[in-house]
């Protein structure tokens, strides 16, 4: 190497890298240019009224040149944040979007885009925005400022103080992608905006989350509390749209109502307004048994003891702590034990054991294996656990570790409640064989559907001869037939329209809006009365029956099994409450259990 390119003895370098400096300087240059030429371009989106399907607003958006690296916003704004021109390109791209607005004289109201940053600039012309719209003519009543929240919004004050200013100008407020931002909870509850958009990760796929949909239906409870009206950005499928309509969700915005364009469609596409003003009910997405649910629940903080104590003064704890049961033993962290306070009473009662033992290490009293659960074991495993260990671990309760560390104690009264409460849970809500919604999830659809006053026909499915199959072939192979009948319902059903309920044994419900719900019922009962057969012996198959005894003791032959189908069909007003259309079912299905094979009977009787 030449001597000559070789740096000083202890001097600093700094090695300079061109090509992404030469990159940045024409990124910069470029935006200069954008902005000085004013070449960004708007297009605006519709927001849709979720009721009547008429499009109330727009969102103004913008682009770069469309041959420019700097095309997208996400390029365009990232590139004005590093060469700190962020509120100037902000202010330019409302002008833009605002005489476009108003040069297309589109309908209704639009959505501005504005960053929190520029709504705090102290210096800036706060009425300049106002000062556009009066010279384009439009009324600031027609223009709502959407806070688009790119970075953590600290000054809520200066916050509150900006937005007081833009309503006294006549401008309404909106918050964007609520869920997604930093702070838009808070922003929500200091500014109390007259709009809220929730984050397209909350819609997209509702119709088969629940925990989306809970999110959106919790959102929309605070929003009707507080006068707020909720929009759902990213809307993509007709399933989607219905279940945030049944939500309550005032408006939508998306792919399926209308992309983003340069000179956007005045109304939104017929079939979305056709499938609006469609009587029927999204089918809810069910929350299956929580199986994975973990141990954290039981925790409860129980002060440890170290092995170094004496067992005199974990007496005196005792002594002191009339209500505390057990104590742990945990030396740097690693949990050794358990004293049980009836062991050391039982102990310390004994004649001289207490002079012999009481200056002596806890250790003394402990129980040496305890029982100990780390933090992600299911409350199933560690009730499995507990039934197979001595009686004693019930009541002395169970140490939950992190990793090995001790946290704290559970107890197995908690566990058994929460064991029950699970139990019951998957009873009423889910059937834990089939995993189908159970009958509370059934009774609540019924009654969405009614309220809807929509036509829809309730189907009653049972098992004929399922009782004596199971006593013949045992019940592992009545689960198995159960839980073929599930999935053909399932899969013979529409998802977003048609409710599949389980609702104990041999016995489901099928709550269909499908028109052609009749020839799937039909093809239900073909394809069951094919796939029954495989759970039968040879012999059983080839005689058509097996014989067994009655409840009498008496030998019968019973046929193989057949399903049989109970429907009605319900008209609006034709029925008022739950109670009276399982009653009516329940009546189909004895008048289709008469018929000999697979059958479905249709009570047509007027009422």
């Known amino acids: 190497m030449n001597s000559a390119l070789q740096p000083a003895t202890g001097a600093t370098v700094t090695y300079l890298k061109p090509r992404e400096e030469d990159e940045e300087a024409v990124l910069r240059a470029h935006l200069h240019d954008i902005l000085a030429r004013r070449q960004l371009s708007a297009l605006f989106q519709p927001i849709v009224h979720m009721q009547t399907g008429e499009i109330i607003a727009y969102e103004g958006l913008i682009r770069g ?35 476009r607005f108003a040069e297309l004289g589109l309908p209704g109201k639009l959505f501005l885009n504005v960053s929190p940053e520029s709504l705090l600039q102290r210096d800036a012309r706060h009425g300049e925005t106002l000062e556009v719209i009066h010279q384009i003519g439009i009324n600031p009543d027609r223009v709502i400022i959407e806070l688009t929240e790119n970075q953590p919004t600290y000054d809520y004050d200066l916050m509150r103080e900006a937005v007081l200013h833009y309503r006294k100008m006549g401008f309404q407020i909106a918050i964007d992608d609520l869920g997604e931002g930093f702070s838009s909870l808070r922003l929500w509850s200091e500014l109390r905006p007259e709009f809220v958009k929730i984050d397209m990760h909350f819609i997209q796929g509702i119709n088969h989350d629940p925990v989306k949909l809970q999110f959106v239906r919790s959102i929309q409870e605070i929003a009707e509390k507080s006068n707020t009206r909720v929009i759902a950005e990213g809307i993509e499928t007709q399933a989607e749209l219905l279940v945030l309509r049944d939500v309550g969700v005032a408006y939508g915005q998306g792919y399926h109502l209308g992309r983003p364009h340069p000179t956007p469609a005045r109304a939104a596409p017929a079939e979305v307004v056709k499938t609006l003003s469609r009587n029927g009910v999204a089918v809810y997405p069910q929350r299956a048994a929580d199986k994975q649910a973990t141990i954290c629940k039981l925790l409860h903080e129980v002060q440890a003891v170290p092995s170094s104590m004496n067992n005199n003064e974990v007496y005196e704890i005792f002594q002191r702590n009339p209500d505390l049961l057990i104590i742990p033993v945990v030396d740097d962290g690693e949990p050794l034990g358990l004293i049980s306070r009836f062991v050391m009473i039982e102990h310390f009662a004994r004649p001289y054991e207490r002079e012999l033992y009481g200056k002596k290490s806890c250790r003394q009293f402990m129980d040496q294996k305890p029982l100990i659960a780390d933090t992600g074991t299911s409350l199933q495993d560690l009730s499995f656990r507990m039934a197979q260990a001595d009686a004693h671990h019930l009541f002395n309760g169970f140490i939950i570790t992190d990793q090995g560390r001790y946290l704290g104690m559970g107890t197995g009264h908690d566990l058994m409640r929460e064991i029950t409460q699970m139990q019951i849970h998957a009873a009423r809500y889910a059937n834990p064989l089939t995993q189908l919604p159970g009958n509370v999830p059934i009774t609540e659809h019924i009654d969405r559907l009614l309220e809807s006053s929509t036509r829809f026909w309730v189907c009653y499915f049972d098992l004929d001869h399922f009782k004596p199959f199971n006593d013949v072939y045992g019940y592992r192979r009545g689960d198995d037939v159960i839980q073929l009948t599930g999935n053909l319902l399932t899969s013979h059903c529409d998802r977003d329209r048609d409710f599949v309920g389980h609702i104990g044994g041999d016995d489901f419900m ?28 040879t012999e059983d198959r080839e005689r058509g029956g097996y014989i067994s005894e009655d409840r009498q003791g008496k030998k019968v032959f019973y046929s193989l099994m057949s399903l049989s189908i109970g429907a009605i069909r319900v008209e609006p007003q034709q029925y008022y409450t739950h109670h009276q259309i399982a009653t009516a079912a329940a009546e189909s299905k004895k008048q289709a259990k008469k018929v000999y094979g697979n059958s479905l009977f249709l009570d047509r009787r007027q009422r």
């Not at 420019?68 to 902000?90: C, D, I, W, Y």
């Not at 269909?512 to 029954?532: H, K, M």
């Open 65 to 99: 040149p469309s041959d420019s690296p700097l095309h997208s916003p996400m390029n365009l704004f990232k590139a004005a944040r590093l060469n700190g021109l962020t509120v100037q390109l902000e202010h330019l791209c409302r002008k833009v979007v605002l005489e």
């Open 510 to 537: 099928v709550l269909f809006q499908s028109e052609d719900w009749e020839a799937r019922c039909q093809a239900i009962l073909e394809e069951f009365g094919r796939n029954v057969q495989d759970f039968y012996s």
